[in-house]
């Protein structure tokens, strides 16, 4: 690549770079403020933009490519600016991005105790419209859905795998058009406004609502939309209770 001249006064100058401050970056709804960094100059083009937020926690990198750019996104400490707002001990991803949208082929994230891994997409034009396919290992869940306004709660740590979508006018209301689905297994934990033990032997789901449940393993697949769930080829064990 070149330097792009520059004249001044008569005389050209060479810029290799451009340094930017207090940029505002908006993705749908969503705005990521107080961005800076430098951008290398190319001729009749951006070459490359180094951007990282004031509290250093988000670093991106965004390359041109004809029609959509390249981007790679590194962060610690790092909470995402839209619900569920997961707070990411690390997070490492990868991918490309135009005006309509983004996908990430690459997602890596260290949270609540555990990590996940997985790809993800998401269009903010002409609705917003997430999909992902992620796998969990040891995360807890009170924290992972801390704030998200569940019909069910559990509580322990979750290793799985998971295919979701969501679509919503805006990024904001993604959440509450969210379906979910795949396999999970976790051990030592319980399950709110839910008790499996009265519902087993009373045969009524709506006597159940409201108790808890612990267990000592709990695994099976679930479905999740319009904020409730369901179950199918569960194994729980719970006290001398096993089904």
């Known amino acids: 690549s070149q330097p792009e001249p520059v004249v001044s006064q008569g005389r050209t100058v060479l810029v290799e770079r451009l340094h930017v401050a207090n940029l505002a970056v908006e993705i749908g709804d969503v ?4 961005l800076s960094g430098e951008a290398q100059l190319e001729t009749n083009r951006i070459g490359e933009l180094a951007l990282q937020n004031d509290a250093g926690t988000l670093k991106l990198k965004i390359v041109p ?5 390249k981007l790679k996104l590194s962060a610690t400490a790092w909470r995402m600016p839209f619900k569920p707002a997961w707070l990411f001990e ?4 990868e991918g490309k991005f135009d005006a309509k949208g983004m996908r990430l082929d ?20 002409p609705v917003s419209d997430a999909r992902a396919t992620l796998k969990f290992k040891g995360i807890d869940l009170e924290k992972l859905f801390n704030g998200v306004d569940l019909a069910l709660s559990l509580q322990g740590d ?9 679509v919503g006018q805006t990024l904001s209301t993604l959440p509450d058009g ?18 499996f033990v009265q519902a087993t032997r009373s045969g009524s789901r709506n006597a159940s609502r409201g108790g808890v449940t612990k ?3 709990f695994s099976g697949r679930v479905r999740y939309e319009q904020q409730a769930y369901q179950f199918s080829n569960l194994n729980l064990i719970s006290g001398v209770m096993k089904t």
């Not at 490519?65 to 750019?69: A, K, L």
């Not at 690459?106 to 034009?125: A, I, P």
């Open 106 to 125: 690459k997602l890596d994230g260290k949270l609540y105790g555990g990590w996940l891994e997985g790809g993800f997409s998401l269009t903010w034009r």
């Open 31 to 34: 705005r990521l403020e107080n």
């Open 215 to 217: 267990f000592e393993e």
């Open 178 to 195: 969210l379906r979910a689905e795949g396999s999970f297994a976790t051990k030592n934990g319980q399950i709110n406004h839910f008790d």
């Open 65 to 69: 490519q004809r029609n959509e750019y």
């Open 90 to 93: 690390t997070l490492e991803a």
């Open 158 to 166: 979750i290793h799985g795998k998971f295919t979701a979508v969501a």
